[in-house]
């Protein structure tokens, strides 16, 4: 661990925010146990922890019960020539419905994270090649671009196995 600096660990804490530093089995098992227990966290882990967790979590059967599906290449283009975020890669999203009849998808996610956390935020988490970053039942909820309205089933997703989104609505 040449030139480690525990500066960011501190700033970090001294946010208000938690630093756990685990072997690879009890990391996996707080990601479930959050999971499990409908809690909200966000997870920054090893790619090989981030695979674990998914393998476990993104079964076949769950995959179809939430409707999610590789984000088509039609779609990556518009992320890429209407909001100008490279670098999406193969990546997995469902679709949700709001009450207005628009749907929510890859690039209505994309195009909330820029407009509540700039473009800069965007493009550093998905220039991040050690890290998956995985949020477990985030308190903030899509919202559509048509009508503003919160979308209240929630949206889940893969990115690049850079970032994604899990939600506990049934047992896991």
Not at 68 to 87: D, F, H, K, M
Not at 98 to 116: D, L, T
Request: contains cysteine; proline residues 3%.
């Amino acid at each position: 661990m040449a030139g480690f600096s525990l500066d960011s660990v501190e700033a970090v804490v001294g946010g208000g925010k938690a630093v756990i530093s685990a072997d690879d089995s009890t990391v996996v098992a707080a990601v479930q146990d959050t999971l499990r227990q409908g809690r909200s966290a966000t997870f920054y882990l090893t790619p090989e922890q981030g695979a674990r967790v998914k393998s476990w979590y993104w079964t076949p059967k769950r995959i179809k019960e939430r409707g999610l599906e590789p984000v088509s290449s039609e779609e990556l283009q518009r992320i890429e020539s209407e909001l100008g975020v490279e670098g999406m890669g193969h990546s997995y999203s469902n679709r949700v419905a709001c009450e207005c009849g628009a749907v929510y998808g890859a690039f209505e996610f994309v195009q909330q994270g820029i407009a509540e956390h700039g473009k800069e935020q965007v493009d550093a988490v998905l220039a991040l090649e050690d890290v998956y970053v995985l949020r477990v039942n985030p308190v903030n909820s899509a919202v559509c671009a048509a009508c503003t309205r919160g979308i209240s089933v929630g949206h889940e997703y893969d990115m690049a196995s850079r970032y994604g989104c899990s939600r506990t609505e049934a047992p896991v």
